[in-house]
């Protein structure tokens, strides 16, 4: 699966991760990688099946 993370500073990364990672695990990896999240994107093969989800803090 390949994830975009937006982070609050303004810069993005793309990563790809196994289906079978934990969500915990996951933003970790990523918060260490950028910082503090801003919003998620999750696409499979296609961005017709593709959905964001906006961290809240």
Known sequence: MRIIVYYKSG???TFIVPKD???VEFRRIAEA???RI???KFTHSSDINSFKY???Q
């Open 38 to 40: 801003k919003k998620l």
């Open 11 to 13: 810069s993005h990364q």
């Open 54 to 56: 906006r961290v809240h």
């Open 21 to 23: 990672i934990l969500a």
């Open 33 to 35: 990688v950028g910082g």
